[in-house]
Nanobody, 119 residues
Framework: QVQLVESGGGLVQPGGSLRLSCAAS????????MGWYRQAPGKQRELVAG???????NYADSVKDRFTISRDNAKNTVYLQMNSLKPEDTAVYSC?????????????WGQGTQVTVSS
């Protein structure tokens, strides 16, 4: 089992940057697929960025050139560096850990952190 706590959200102007952190406890993230998701009011939750245990990363097209996901296994923490932020990036950002055991997937979610991009 793993518990996740996000931090780093806030209010920024368009063009600004934020760095989100997802601190894990209870289990090492080294064996998990880690991901950042976001959900804006009235919209479905979408995958923003994901990273496999081996370090392979994938991004939504809308953030590919602006966001970077990374992990520090020693600190048991996953990060999302967000640059050149746009108003459409405004959403609640949540961290997810996924692991498969005996053919069954297990998903664990953090509480989410609000990111607001506005002038």
């Amino acid at each position: 089992q793993v518990q996740l706590v996000e931090s780093g959200g806030g209010l920024v102007q368009p063009g600004g940057s934020l760095r989100l952190s997802c601190a894990a406890s209870g289990s090492s993230i080294s064996s998990y697929v880690m991901g950042w998701y976001r959900q804006a009011p009235g919209k479905q939750r979408e995958l923003v960025a994901g990273m496999s245990p081996g370090g392979s990363a994938n991004y939504a097209d809308s953030v590919k050139d602006r966001f970077t996901i990374s992990r520090d296994n020693a600190k048991n923490t996953v990060y999302l560096q967000m640059n050149s932020l746009k108003p459409e990036d405004t959403a609640v950002y949540s961290c997810k850990a996924e692991r498969q055991l005996h053919g069954t997937r297990y998903n664990y979610w953090g509480q989410g952190t609000q990111v607001t991009v506005s002038s």
